[in-house]
């Protein structure tokens, strides 16, 4: 049985939806019920015209962020969070997702087995991604993946890649992505990669349309890390479809799993093979 002691939560509301606002007074009617305290994030709260509070503050003060929306917010809200090492509960508005995996229909039945201990706490990998200029470096976080892709539809792109600071690859075509497990079922599925279980520590590499039909994925061990470079053009940084960084010639873009993992709370019951089979219909 998971022990969680959850006297405060942080609530993040898809963005630019503002009609989430009655489903936000049902959840919150529902953790208030368990004596639980909600706070609501101050763009969500915008949105609604209602009070919030900042998101750093949120993660610093609260036990359990909460989204409402589908896997894209969950993401957003992963990736922000991430270094406060807050849990985060998915709780999906219209289809059932990946990772959000609980509707408001169940939400109370969910919370009453949560307070009890009646719940998973899945932990999964994510990427650190570092960008490094001649002075300067960027880092960041993918929850699904790290997309390094052509910055012009007229131009095929040359990828030099190593592993562990080795020769490994040359990439030539639109691009590669580098998958965390989870993100296994997003670009990387889409692009011909394999399906990872969420909970391995392993990453994929997928090539994106490649010049060269013997480029293939490559799924890594997640103790390597590996860094990228073009050698003849500048090219784009997409991190989880929501962020965009320009590379150009000179500089390099680093990627290994990070040594902390995301925490992410479930149904007891929650079956990742279920969701494959409903979410790509398999077997049907």
Not at 11 to 16: F, N, S, T, Y
Request: glycine share 6%; with cysteine.
């Amino acid at each position: 049985m998971l022990h969680l002691n959850i006297k405060k939560i942080g609530v993040i509301l898809r963005p630019a939806t503002p009609e989430l606002r009655k489903s936000y007074f049902i959840l919150k009617d529902i953790f208030n019920k368990y004596n639980i305290e909600v706070n609501l994030d101050a763009s969500s709260a915008s949105m609604i015209d209602e009070k919030g509070t900042e998101f750093f503050k949120l993660c610093k003060t609260n036990d359990v962020l909460v989204t409402i929306g589908g896997d894209g917010t969950l993401i957003s809200a992963v990736r922000r969070s991430f270094d406060y090492d807050i849990p985060v509960l998915g709780v999906y508005a219209g289809n059932l997702g990946f990772m959000a995996d609980v509707n408001l229909e169940e939400l109370d039945e969910f919370v009453s087995n949560m307070v009890q201990g009646k719940c998973r706490m899945d932990e999964r990998a994510i990427l650190k991604a570092v960008i490094k200029k001649d002075k300067e470096e960027l880092s960041m976080y993918a929850f699904n993946d790290v997309v390094l892709t052509r910055s012009s539809v007229s131009t095929m792109i040359h990828i030099e890649t190593l592993v562990d600071s080795k020769a490994f690859n040359t990439y030539h075509g639109d691009g590669v992505i580098i998958s965390t497990p989870t993100g296994s079922t997003a670009y990387n599925l889409a692009a011909g990669g394999p399906v990872l279980f969420p909970l391995t520590n392993v990453f994929a590499l997928t090539p994106i349309c490649p010049h060269s039909l013997t480029q293939r994925p490559v799924v890594l061990p997640g103790e390597y890390a590996i860094e990228m470079r073009t050698s003849d053009a500048k090219a784009l940084i997409i991190v989880d479809g929501q962020d965009k960084h320009e590379l150009r010639l000179g500089e390099s873009l680093h990627v290994r799993l990070s040594s902390k993992r995301v925490r992410l709370i479930h149904r007891e019951e929650f079956n990742y093979f279920e969701v494959l089979k409903e979410k790509l219909s398999w077997g049907e």
